[in-house]
């Protein structure tokens, strides 16, 4: 780990003067940040640590906009009763995620920024544009089984890990953030961007910005929801592939529907064609499968991924049955 | 400002661990679990991959359990920190859950037990014992190499079933 200097700041006024300086990282649960910096994967020379600031730490799922205090725990926003109830795709995709002692630590805020599982990515020493911008990708000629199939491109193909980022990107959901300058607000699908000429670049956050909420329009969708994780283990383990679904029904007839993949892009990964498979048809095995192909009717699959196609849409089609029974 | 400082210069941080406050000078990138360990001499928090996955190091902060090795000891100033050797009584009484792993062999080797023991209390503590499986499920962050798994269910199934009567 290299030198940092430490500082806690007493109030949100007094992070955002600090995070603004060159350098300066923010440290909320610390479950990613410290890892990172522990393997010199990132190397910030001031943390300023606002896992303290309570003001943050609030949320509320009973709105017309459910509201997500960045700094709120993973583990409390898991066992929310109304998110378990009517937006149960939320709940799982947080309860499905690393381990209790893990979930205690780890903010919702921070959750959505964890960088990459790419081994080449957290190895330190294979050729790597997102750790060293330049120095090419191992991935590409290396072991791809567990690399993207969306929005790659030819300096990455890391997978996005995060089960709750990817739930997040079902919805209309959006970011808000602040900084000294004021406050904006970020469509949820434009906060993370895919891997261009420059991979390092992760997401469309500016220098001294905090994250200070998260926010879900609500909808029916909600209720007839569900995340299905497929994992290398059964438990504690990141996603090989993931499917989000969320069903507004009429008797067995999908009237809507949101769909998004983990496990298989560079980024949150909402998939407009199997919504629109689904939309409008008699909901069967038959049709719910056929749905998850149309997701994956784009997919760049590599040497050693492309098993991910056929398990992504039967994920889909498997989420798209359960959620739809949950009426 | 704090940034205007040499990143060498200790940080004054006390730590309050298993009910004493521990003055110390520490750089600040020392974590939670080397202070316990290397400053403190609270040996029984364990190093296992010091990377967040197999929970030999963990340990209770404001009552919830977390990874003792992710958090940095100055971010956990005016927390409330319990590791294994606050668990027993002042008099040496074993607390349920360490008896618990005795009667049920629940340890091979014993290099993950005092994570295990710290999990498994902080399982009981949140409910999350209804059945096996979700004893299994809230204790999937503790690995156990020697394979002990069954008989730490079996540990865990019975405080939860003392408390329960």
Known sequence: MQPFTYARPASLTEAFTLAQQPGAALLAGGTTMVDLMRGDLTAPSSIVDIGHL??????????PVLRFGALARMADVA?????????????????????QQLRNAATVGGNMLQRTRCVYFRDGVSACN???????????????????????????IATYPGDWGNALAAFDTSVEVSSASGTRTIPFAEL????????AVETTL?????????????????????????????????????ATVALEMQGDVVQSARVSLGGVATKPWRSHAAEAALTGVTLNEQ????????????????AENGFKIELGARAVARAALVASKRI | MPDTLPPETPLLVTLRVNEHDHPLALDPRTTLLDALREHLGLTGTKVGCNHGTCGACTVHIDGRRQLACLVLAAAAQGRDIRTIEGLSDADGALHPMQAAFVAHDALQCGYCTPGQIMSAVACVTEGHTRTDAEIREYMSGNLCRCGA?????????????????
Not at chain 1, 54 to 63: H, P
Not at chain 1, 133 to 156: H, N, Q, V, W, Y
Not at chain 1, 211 to 238: E, F, N
Not at chain 2, 158 to 163: L, P, R, S, Y
Request: charged share 20%; with cysteine.
């Open chain 1, 287 to 302: 049709t719910a499968l056929a749905a998850g192909h149309a997701g994956f009717a784009d997919a760049r699959p590599l």
């Open chain 1, 54 to 63: 309570n003001e943050l730490a609030a949320f509320d799922t009973s709105g």
């Open chain 1, 206 to 242: 500016r220098r001294g910005e905090i994250i200070t909420a998260i926010l879900v329009q609500a909808t029916p969708a909600g209720r007839c929801s569900t995340y299905l994780k497929v994992r290398d283990r059964q438990s504690y383990a990141y996603a090989v592939v993931s």
């Open chain 1, 192 to 199: 993370h961007v895919a891997y261009g000429d420059d991979p």
């Open chain 1, 130 to 156: 997102k750790r060293v911008p330049g120095s090419g990708c191992s991935a590409l000629d290396g072991i791809t089984r567990d690399m993207a199939l969306f929005a790659t491109s030819e300096k990455c």
């Open chain 2, 149 to 165: 798994y069954p008989n730490i269910v079996a540990a865990v199934r019975d405080v939860a079933q003392q408390k329960a009567a």
């Open chain 1, 79 to 99: 066992e929310d009763a109304t998110l378990l109830s009517a937006y149960p795709a939320l709940a799982e995709s947080l309860q499905l995620a690393a381990s």
